[in-house]
């Protein structure tokens, strides 16, 4: 297995709503990656895992709400979202050794009405 | 504060022609360099990447440049075919940032290659 499988695909929430992001990889990669990305713009990071333990938060807003369960999940906990926040949200994973660059998912398209 | 450039939004080639994919970066700490493919609807792909103390790295068609001393990379695709048209992405990283183990890379903001038949 050499993917990252990100659910759901789309989803559309509303402002007061609370929602999950789910990110799974069997490829026993250890580190594991939330980016944000809008339209024309790179992707940007949010959070990094090592080890199941928060590594890297790159200042981003409560609202966003990162957890890795275990070494093959990462979930991304929503609530109060505001329209800015609509977004591509991808999740990546890593090898410890650099030299692969990071494995991709096919992202969730997310948008707050 | 963009770190890593990418200053053409788009490049159209026809088949068979050579590509060239240009990125700029200005942080001197960047030491890995790796180009990322992705189609509409679809995440980021890893292409080929290149350590700081390389000047060049080939996988197939695909060739990237470094020109540490210009802060320069490109990347070449020989012969370029109707499928790699997609948006290409440079990417950097500092591994020292965050001890090799887990990394972060800065993104530019993408070129969209169109080949031609």
């Known amino acids: 297995d050499t993917e990252v499988t990100q659910t759901p695909k789309h989803l559309v929430m509303g402002m007061t709503n609370k929602k999950s992001l789910k990110c799974e990889q069997h490829m026993g990669h250890r580190a594991m990656y939330w980016y944000k990305q809008k339209a024309k713009k790179p992707p940007e990071l949010m959070f990094v895992y090592s080890y199941e333990k928060l590594s890297i938060n790159e200042s981003v807003p409560s609202r966003f709400s990162p957890e890795c369960p275990n070494s093959s999940l990462l979930n991304l906990h929503l609530h109060a979202l505001q329209p800015e926040d609509s977004a591509l949200y991808l999740c990546?994973?890593?090898?410890?050794?650099?030299?692969?660059?990071?494995?991709f998912g096919s992202g969730t398209r997310l948008t707050v009405v | 504060d963009q770190q890593v450039k990418q200053n053409s939004p788009s490049l159209s080639v026809q088949e068979g022609r050579i590509s060239i994919l240009n990125c700029d970066y200005t942080?001197?700490?960047?030491?890995?360099f790796l180009w990322y493919k992705k189609y509409p609807a679809e995440g980021p792909t890893f292409l080929i990447s290149?350590?700081?103390?390389?000047d060049k790295n080939e996988d197939g068609r695909f060739t990237v440049f470094l020109n540490k001393s210009a802060k320069h990379l490109s990347l070449h695709i020989v012969p370029s075919q109707p499928g790699d048209s997609a948006v290409y992405f440079c990417?950097?990283?500092?591994?020292?940032?965050?001890?090799?183990?887990?990394?972060?890379?800065?993104f530019g903001k993408g070129t969209l290659l169109t080949v031609n038949p």
């Open positions: 990417a950097a990283s500092d591994l020292q940032y965050s001890g090799g183990s887990n990394y972060k890379l800065t």
């Open positions: 942080n001197s700490m960047f030491d890995y």
């Open positions: 290149i350590s700081s103390i390389k």
């Open positions: 990546a994973s890593s090898p410890s050794h650099s030299n692969y660059g990071y494995t």
